[in-house]
């Protein structure tokens, strides 16, 4: 029963490094996401994706990228990153479209700090 | 876009007493509003949502109750004990639509 898994749950970066956060789902879901949070901020949609080979632009996409290549897999590029980008993220999924009532299922997070 | 927002931002009860958050929206065309908890170290966690075509759910020690024309709906936790303490978010969104509106959160801390 592991739901939403996030990897890694913690990682230090350098300002300019690029790395990949790590998002899989074992529950068939169509829809995922990417959220960050913030002190303050609540939280965030980064990206999202409805299906494979499906992705779109949330709230605060700049310095990101995402790609859905498979059903279960929804990974989150730092191409740069920038101290502004210490966070925590969140990956979640759902069956459809969170409109329609369904349920989002988050992931555990991923802290990451940029010095 | 959506724009939720939360009130008050931090609230201290005693425990056994019942606890109200509000959150306010500014979309019309909203008509899903889940809660989520989320404790120290964990994702959130939904805990209850409605919809627009009523105005009242219930499910134990908690409710939501919704106020479409006044654009707000707020949780309610009664008889509160420690393990409520955590940071409740609310959030809405559109029928259909895939981008969910967070609040900034609530945190709730319940005395012994």
């Known amino acids: 029963n592991a739901g939403v898994t996030q990897t890694p749950k913690f990682q230090v970066l350098k300002t300019g490094q690029s790395m990949t956060l790590q998002c899989a789902q074992d529950?068939?879901?169509?829809?995922m996401s990417w959220y960050r949070q913030d002190p303050g901020m609540g939280l965030r949609l980064i990206h999202y994706?409805?299906?494979?080979?499906?992705?779109d632009q949330g709230e605060v996409p700049n310095g990101y990228n995402v790609s859905r290549s498979t059903t279960e897999d929804f990974p989150l590029r730092l191409l740069s990153a920038a101290p502004s980008q210490t966070s925590v993220y969140f990956c979640?999924?759902?069956?459809?479209?969170?409109?329609?009532?369904?349920?989002?299922?988050f992931g555990e997070g991923s802290w990451l700090t940029v010095v | 876009g959506e724009n939720v927002e939360q009130h008050p931002s931090t609230l201290s009860v005693q425990e056994g007493d019942s606890a109200v958050i509000k959150c306010t929206y500014s979309d019309s065309a909203s008509n899903y509003f889940p809660w989520y908890k989320q404790e120290l170290g964990k994702g959130p966690q939904l805990i209850i949502d409605i919809r627009s075509n009523v105005g009242e759910k219930k499910d134990q020690r908690i409710a939501v109750t919704l106020n479409k024309t006044a654009k707000h709906f707020s949780l309610h936790i009664t008889e509160t004990q420690p393990e409520d303490s955590a940071v409740y978010f609310c959030?809405?969104?559109?029928?259909?639509?895939?981008?969910?509106?967070f609040g900034k959160g609530n945190q709730v801390v319940v005395i012994p």
């Open positions: 994706s409805v299906g494979a080979g499906i992705t």
């Open positions: 979640a999924s759902s069956y459809s479209s969170v409109g329609s009532g369904n349920t989002i299922y």
């Open positions: 529950m068939n879901h169509e829809y």
């Open positions: 959030a809405a969104t559109p029928y259909g639509n895939n981008r969910l509106a």
